[in-house]
């Protein structure tokens, strides 16, 4: 059974739109693929600098703890009091970066997949 050349001719028309749309999906499927890499990689730093800094905390109440319990000795206390200066200094630091990476890693989806 042949086919017609005007058959055949519409069958590779109709063909080449939903190449093409699959074409498309799979660019936007690369694209979002990449960006989920992407979103994920940034959630797992937060997360770690999230764990960071809850330990640095427990440290420091820690430390401030001892501290309490020790009034009366004054050159412990005192060297205790300098690294938990130096401790919090490391917190706000931690803080502060914590709260760019999470600024970040929300604002990534909302600013679309097309920079990446």
């Given at each position: ?18 190449t093409?749309?699959l074409?498309q ?19 797992d ?5 999230v ?12 430390m ?8 009366d ?19 706000r ?6 709260e ?5 890693a929300t ?6 997949l097309?920079?990446?």
């Amino acid at each position: 059974m042949a086919l017609c050349p005007f058959a055949l001719k519409r069958r590779v028309t109709r063909r080449r739109p939903r190449t093409r749309s699959l074409l498309q999906l799979q660019e936007q499927l690369e694209t979002t693929t990449k960006g989920t890499y992407v979103l994920g990689r940034d959630l797992d730093t937060v997360i770690q600098l999230v764990a960071r800094l809850s330990d640095g905390i427990k440290h420091e109440n820690v430390m401030a703890k001892f501290c309490a319990e020790r009034v009366d000795e004054r050159f412990p206390v005192q060297e205790m009091v300098n690294e938990l200066r130096r401790s919090c200094s490391s917190s706000r630091k931690l803080a502060d970066e914590l709260e760019e990476h999470a600024c970040l890693a929300t604002m990534a989806p909302s600013i679309g997949l097309e920079s990446w």
